[in-house]
């Protein structure tokens, strides 16, 4: 059986949302290659205290916030990985290379200006480009023209990922609803997922295809499209996503909230518990707004999705 070695991997952030990517030296395996900042986690050490470790060491940096992200596993000619990010916003001292041959802050994940990566890090990478913030429509309960008007607004203030879920409008109203937000979006370069109906999806010209639980649960292959993600309230469910490949999760709800009274809610330990070492980001969903970020992202959680509070 071929042993697995735990990694912690650092996504070092900056303000503007550059990242930090060091390039491996000559005497290492895959050398040139590009990767996360990190290392391996020793006997005794949990992921967390691996990292602030391992980035004082290789960077000259005392780590003053991190926060657990996804955990994606690979198996590399020399050994398997279990690779831990975490997404590190604040730290202290001036970055210094120590180890690797070459460091360099990038902009986009998507357009990277340096190569090769690293092999585990095509994944980690498309779950980097995800905006941190999922809006939800309700145009049929706000009205469309008021919906339309508030998306334009949200995509100006920078929405970059949006969910059409009209359960109330007829096929016709949704049909053109729908085409009116991705028109919009595209103008914004935002993405737009269709809630569980692939042909409107597919009619709409939208991204991608948003999952409710029940048809998750059903599959047995991801959907053919390039973004698709589903809504989880339990871990079996959220482990199906990932089996499957999804590219997120949305799981919840967190917190009560005012379309459903009374229902049992996770709270964030929870959330926390069922969200943890994933290999694709989870969003958290229930009486959220973009306030909670940060609690969200101390609980793993990638972002926050919200209905009401994203239009306000």
């Not at 279990?82 to 730290?91: A, D, M, N, S």
């Amino acid at each position: 059986m071929t042993k697995i070695v735990d990694v912690a991997a650092a996504v070092i952030l900056r303000p503007d949302g550059a990242f930090l990517l060091g390039q491996r030296a000559e005497d290492t395996f895959y050398p040139g290659y590009w990767e996360f900042p990190g290392g391996k986690v020793e006997p005794g050490e949990t992921a967390s205290q691996a990292l602030v470790r391992e980035l004082r060491e290789e960077l000259g940096i005392e780590v003053q916030s991190l926060h657990p992200w996804i955990m994606r596993s690979h198996v590399y000619e020399h050994a398997s990985v279990r690779l831990h990010f975490f997404r590190v916003r604040q730290w202290r001292g001036e970055l210094q290379d120590h180890v690797h041959a070459a460091l360099s802050w990038q902009q986009e994940a998507r357009r990277l200006t340096v190569a090769p990566m690293l092999p585990a890090n095509g994944p980690v990478l498309a779950a980097l480009a995800l905006p941190d913030f999922y809006g939800i429509t309700q145009a049929g309960k706000m009205g469309v023209g008021r919906q339309l008007e508030l998306l334009e607004k949200a995509l100006g203030r920078g929405l970059r990922l949006v969910q059409v879920r009209e359960p109330d409008l007829s096929d016709a109203d949704r049909l053109g609803f729908a085409r009116d937000v991705v028109a919009m979006a595209r103008t914004h370069g935002a993405s737009v997922l269709i809630n569980g109906d692939a042909d409107l999806a597919l009619a709409s010209d939208a991204h991608g295809l948003h999952l409710p639980a029940r048809s998750l649960m059903a599959l047995d292959a991801r959907p053919d499209f390039p973004l698709v993600a589903a809504s989880c309230h339990d871990r079996e469910e959220l482990e199906r996503a990932a089996g499957l490949g999804l590219d997120f999760a949305v799981l919840g709800a967190v917190q009560p909230t005012a379309s459903h009274p009374g229902r049992a809610v996770l709270g964030w330990g929870k959330f926390a518990e069922l969200a943890r070492d994933l290999p694709m980001p989870v969003f958290a969903l229930g009486g959220l707004s973009r306030g909670d970020q940060e609690r969200a992202w101390q609980a793993g959680a990638h972002g926050v999705a919200a209905i009401r509070a994203a239009w306000k």
